[in-house]
Structure formats: structure tokens, C-alpha cells
């Protein structure tokens, strides 16, 4: 098993175990990015750091457990901040979390002037760089419990499906309800095994279900291997899911929040301006139309020109396969960039296969990554997820050209970015062992592909 590897550089970090009655919020793990740029306290962003950490504590009582906010300034000491509370706790008990977060970012995370907190029943985060509605899997962790649940032959694929479950219950929350989901499932001999799973409201129900698939994926990695943990979650920015033998948060609340969605109240930013959920409801539909109607003119442009195979299994769906065939590589393109993917262009070699340096026709230069032929994803849904990836790129990420699959070759193409950041994609297990924990916490996981989200890197962060 290539993922065997990676085991290693998941931090580990122990529940101390505290249950939905204990009000007091614990935390769980935090990241602070960016080692260059620091500040200092009596900087003017230590002072407006300051602001926004007030400004977060004094709505930390709203009744959506959602806040953004900015420290209005020229660029550099600009400040985003934003709180996510667990969907489940009261509003008193989130103002709690929050408050107690913010007065210990500080000390959590000194200098660095991003961070993401996060504690049992909130999580705090602040960044020099706009973090709203935006989609992101990075930075994040695992944390799981030490002890073992051996009683279930099938522990692990209960988990699976249980979190699948949740995460696509809070990804479809109706609209202008929490995206917030809990669920249970029996196991044998009385047992209960309960989940929860949650995005931050400011994303679309597509990159909410992108972003608890990342987070779904880290536990295969972590708790796999960590042999039936009895208590695991997986905290993204933008989501989390989590698991637990205990009722690890109230119950009650989530059904009530599933069965009667209390309508969220209006931004504070929003006087007059169109929501952001409206302008989905008027976008989409118009740009859908659009795309439709210039797939169709492009179809009767050029009905006689050769299609793919795959495009003409997919009549139905026309502006899919456009979509798809400017993102698909030719093999042949591929090989002639890499000069027959030569020893002399590999960069790297992970788990989850090779990395080759090529230069296109154009000149243009990229990263292929080969990958191993360990999973039995089929070429369609691989072609979907990264056309799904690609359109949600963020401008800090490595970005993702296109793909390639022929025969059994499913192949990644990036832009290629020089020198630190391919540390990121090289991944090579022994180096990764010279790494300090915060360092290699730094680099976002490979694994096999089934979910492309993981492969995106933020590439300005990636250093070695
Ligand atoms: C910050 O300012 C205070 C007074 O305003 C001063 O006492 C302290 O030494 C300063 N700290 C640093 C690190 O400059
Ligand atoms: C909150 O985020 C939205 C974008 O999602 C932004 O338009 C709004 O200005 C933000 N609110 C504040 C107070 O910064
Ligand atoms: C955030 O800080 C870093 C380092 O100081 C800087 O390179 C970057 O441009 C800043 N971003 C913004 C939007 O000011
Ligand atoms: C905040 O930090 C202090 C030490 O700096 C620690 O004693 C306290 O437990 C922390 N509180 C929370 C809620 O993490
Ligand atoms: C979990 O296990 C590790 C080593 O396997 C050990 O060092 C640690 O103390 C354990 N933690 C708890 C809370 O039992
Ligand atoms: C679990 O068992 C209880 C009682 O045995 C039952 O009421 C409940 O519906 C079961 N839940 C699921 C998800 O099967
Ligand atoms: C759980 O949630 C329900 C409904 O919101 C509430 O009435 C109850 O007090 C909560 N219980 C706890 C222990 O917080």
C-alpha cells in the first residue's frame, strides 16, 4: 500500500476526552502559516489583529455560529478574520469558544499572520489575505483518539459509509439552514457510533461536498492505520467531519436543526446588495443557458470535425464534454513534452506515483504527475472531479492544466512552479523524515486519486 507511508506525517494529536454536557471549549489543533510573514505586537497588524479578535468576540453570539469580518486598512496590514461554531451549540456556549479562542490566538500563534484554531466547538481563523467564500482544504489536520474499537469485524467500513452519509446530509442542507449534519448508526451489542459533519456557509453546496470528500479522505489515511480509533476528526478551514463512540455533541439540536432550518439572518455587509445565494440563483442558470447555447452553436460549427471516443458516449451532455476536452491531454502531447516521460525529466517518485517536468509546444512548462494505478475510480468519474477542481481554483494553489487518461494511465497536469514548491509534489518519503512536524505539516498529503481536491497545493507555502 503506497499510503502506508504517509502515516508519518500525520501529526498526532490526543482528545482529551470532554463530552457535549462539559461547557468548557477544548482545544484540538491549530495551524499558524506563513513562517515569512511575521509580526510583531506593537506592529500596526499586531494592533489591528487585536481589533479583529475583539470585533470576532463581540458577534460570537449570533445565532447562525457564522461571522466574517475585516480590519479595514491599506493591503498589508489588512486583516480577514472569520468564526465557524459547531452546529450544534447554543449561542452562549459558541460566544464562549470564540472568546476563549481569540484571547489564546495570540499565544497560539505569535508572529505568523495566519492562523487557524480550532477547539472542540469553534474555529477561529484570520489570514493577511481575503479567506471569504472560498473553498479551501488547507491548511488541516487529523486528531484522533488512542483507544480501539476491536468488537466490530467492520468497524472501518461502518465509519466509512457513516461519514459519507453525514457529509452529503450537510452538504445538501436546504438553503439558508446550517451546513450542518449529524448521524448515527448502530453497531452491534448496543453500541452507537455517532457523526457530524459541517462546511462553513459562505461555500456552495458543491465545494462543501469538495471539501468534507477532502476531509474524508484524511481519515483513510490516519485512522486506517491507526487501527479503529474509537474518536476521529478531521478539520479543514472550510469543513469538518467527525466520528465518535460517544455522543460527542447534542443531539437533540441536530435533529431539530435538520427537521426545522432556522433561516440565517442577513449579513451585516449585505444593506441592499444582492445575496450571494441569489446571485447563484440568477448566475447559474443564465451562464448554464449561455454555455449550452454556445456548446450548441460550437457542435453545429464543427459537426464534421473528429471527436474523442468518450465525447460520443456523452451526446447528452455537450457542454460537459467541451468543458472536458479543453482540459484533456493527448498522450502524445504528453509524451513529446516529457521527452517519453525520460528518466532525465522525473522529479520526483511518491506513493502516489511520479512526477516528470515537461515544456508543451508552446513552450509553456508543467508538472505531469503519473499516477500509480491504485485505485478503481473509473475514467469517467476521474474526468468529472477534475473538471470540478479546475473550475474551483484558487489563484494561491499550484494550478491544475488538465488531465490525461488513456489505456490505464490517469495522468495530472500542473503548471509548473519552480524549485521549493515541488517539494509538495515530490513527497519522497526519506526526506520527509528530516522534516520537523510543523514543516511537514506544511505539505498537503498524496494519496491515491480518489479525490483530486487533495492534490492541490498552496504553492507560495511550500517550502522546505
Ligand atoms: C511595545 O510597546 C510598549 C509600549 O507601548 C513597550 O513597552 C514594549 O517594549 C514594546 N514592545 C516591543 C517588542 O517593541
Ligand atoms: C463577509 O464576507 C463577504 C463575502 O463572502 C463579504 O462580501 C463581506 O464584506 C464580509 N463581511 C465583512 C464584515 O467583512
Ligand atoms: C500577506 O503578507 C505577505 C507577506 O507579508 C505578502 O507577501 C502578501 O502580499 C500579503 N497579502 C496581501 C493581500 O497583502
Ligand atoms: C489559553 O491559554 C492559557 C495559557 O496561555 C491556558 O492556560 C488556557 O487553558 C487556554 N485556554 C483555552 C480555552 O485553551
Ligand atoms: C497515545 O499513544 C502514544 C504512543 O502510542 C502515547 O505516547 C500517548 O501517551 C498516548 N496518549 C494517550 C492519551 O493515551
Ligand atoms: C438503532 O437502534 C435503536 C433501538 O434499537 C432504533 O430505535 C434506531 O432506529 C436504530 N438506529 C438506526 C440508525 O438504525
Ligand atoms: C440540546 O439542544 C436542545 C435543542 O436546541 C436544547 O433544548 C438542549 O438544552 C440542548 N442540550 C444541551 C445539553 O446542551
Known sequence: MPSFNLISSVLLFFYIFDLAADANPSFLYKFCYDKDTTFTTNSTYGTNLNLLLSSLTSNANRIDGFYNTTVEQQPPDRIYGLFLCRGDVTPDVCR????????????????????????????????????FSTMETWPG???????????????????????????????????????????????????????????????????????????????SDCCRQKEKATRASSLLPSCNVQYGLTPFYNKTAG??????????????????????????????????????????????LRRKARMKPYLLKDQKDKSKARTMNSLQYDMSTIEAATDNFSDANMIGVGGFGSVYKGTLANGQEIAVKRLSRSSKQGAEEFKNEVALVAK???????????????????????????????????????????????????????????SISSYRFKAEDCTS
Open 392 to 450: 474551483l481554483q484558487h489563484r494561491n494553489l499550484v494550478r491544475l492544466l488538465g488531465f490525461c487518461v488513456e489505456r490505464e494511465e490517469r495522468m495530472l497536469i500542473y503548471e509548473f512552479v519552480p524549485n521549493k514548491s515541488l517539494d509538495c509534489f515530490l513527497f519522497d518519503t526519506e526526506k520527509q523524515k528530516q522534516l520537523d512536524w510543523p514543516t511537514r505539516l506544511k505539505i498537503k498529503r498524496n494519496r491515491s486519486w480518489t
Open 96 to 131: 464562549d469558544c470564540v472568546a476563549a479562542a481569540a484571547r489564546n490566538a495570540t499565544s497560539l500563534c505569535p508572529m505568523e499572520k495566519n492562523s487557524v484554531i480550532w477547539y472542540d466547538k469553534c474555529m477561529l481563523r484570520y489570514s493577511n489575505e481575503s479567506i
Open 141 to 219: 489536520g487529523t486528531v484522533w483518539d488512542n483507544d480501539t474499537f476491536t468488537e466490530e469485524e467492520d468497524f472501518v467500513d461502518i465509519v466509512a459509509s457513516l461519514v459519507k452519509d453525514v457529509a452529503s446530509e450537510a452538504a445538501d442542507a436546504p438553503m439558508g439552514a446550517k451546513k450542518f449534519a449529524t448521524k448515527e448508526a448502530n453497531l452491534s451489542g448496543s453500541q452507537t457510533l455517532y457523526s457530524l459533519a459541517q462546511c462553513t456557509p459562505d461555500i456552495s453546496d458543491v465545494a462543501c461536498n469538495l471539501c468534507l470528500e477532502s476531509a474524508i479522505t484524511e481519515f
Open 255 to 300: 435533529e431539530v436543526s435538520r427537521s426545522k432550518p432556522s433561516p440565517l439572518p442577513p449579513r451585516d455587509s449585505g444593506k441592499g446588495k444582492i445575496s450571494s445565494q441569489t446571485i447563484i440563483y440568477i448566475i447559474v442558470p443564465t451562464v448554464g443557458f449561455l454555455v449550452l447555447l454556445s456548446t450548441f452553436c460550437y457542435c453545429i
